[in-house]
């Protein structure tokens, strides 16, 4: 049964793999976040995990507060989307000793905010053989804390320098430069 908007917490949207605006009067549902078509059982090393899915009520014809719920998701799950990024980028830079620099992309600003786009990091590392860009992608893993998917695209310094001058191009999809993920202090390497 769908939730009314003014009891939906913040808590309740960061533990959600999916939200929709649930009409309840007609049933008729609008996407807000994640994708519907997600199976409802998936299985990781650490077992199975099942995707969480919040039904608000929203009548179809209050646009206004659909705008609010959908900016209001948007808004929590960037802030948790940062906070998985970095917590994977510290994973990296622990275990890679080449790792020089996690530089993190994403889509434009209306794709990232109507789905769960996944996390999307340029790293440089010094020990990986020069192969160009070719994305690897990860599923989430809630009880580690990366809360969603990745793809990751990793590159020799040399690499890195081309991509720079437009020489070597990153897939589409990969448009805006978020921000370079600092190494943690005391992790060595390069």
């Given at each position: 049964?769908?939730?009314?908007?003014?009891?939906?917490?913040?808590?309740?949207?960061?533990?959600?793999?999916?939200?929709?605006?649930?009409?309840?009067q007609?049933?008729t549902?609008?996407?807000?976040?994640?994708?519907?078509?997600?199976?409802?059982?998936?299985?990781?090393?650490?077992?199975?995990?099942?995707?969480?899915?919040?039904?608000?009520?929203?009548?179809?014809s209050?646009?206004?507060?659909?705008?609010?719920?959908?900016?209001?998701?948007?808004?929590?799950?960037?802030?948790?989307?940062?906070?998985?990024?970095?917590?994977?980028?510290?994973?990296?830079?622990?275990?890679?000793?080449?790792?020089?620099?996690?530089?993190?992309?994403?889509?434009?600003?209306?794709?990232?905010?109507?789905?769960?786009?996944?996390?999307?990091?340029?790293?440089?590392?010094?020990?990986?053989?020069?192969?160009?860009?070719?994305?690897?992608?990860?599923?989430?893993?809630?009880?580690?804390?990366?809360?969603?998917?990745?793809?990751?695209?990793?590159?020799t310094?040399?690499?890195?320098?081309?991509?720079?001058?437009?020489?070597?191009?990153?897939?589409?999809?990969?448009?805006?430069?978020?921000?370079?993920?600092?190494?943690?202090?005391g992790?060595?390497?390069?």
């Amino acid at each position: 049964m769908p939730i009314p908007y003014a009891q939906v917490s913040d808590e309740q949207i960061v533990a959600s793999d999916i939200i929709t605006a649930v009409d309840p009067q007609t049933g008729t549902d609008r996407p807000v976040y994640g994708h519907l078509n997600v199976p409802a059982l998936r299985w990781y090393p650490a077992g199975p995990y099942s995707v969480k899915v919040l039904e608000v009520a929203i009548e179809e014809s209050d646009g206004a507060l659909f705008q609010e719920l959908t900016h209001r998701v948007a808004v929590i799950k960037k802030a948790q989307q940062d906070e998985s990024a970095k917590e994977l980028a510290k994973r990296h830079f622990e275990v890679e000793d080449g790792l020089t620099r996690i530089i993190r992309f994403s889509g434009s600003r209306n794709v990232e905010a109507q789905a769960a786009e996944p996390i999307k990091l340029l790293e440089v590392n010094t020990n990986t053989v020069a192969s160009g860009v070719l994305p690897l992608g990860f599923d989430s893993v809630p009880d580690s804390g990366i809360l969603f998917p990745s793809v990751i695209i990793e590159v020799t310094p040399a690499e890195f320098e081309k991509i720079k001058k437009r020489e070597l191009q990153l897939p589409k999809g990969w448009e805006i430069q978020e921000a370079e993920l600092p190494k943690p202090s005391g992790i060595s390497g390069v």
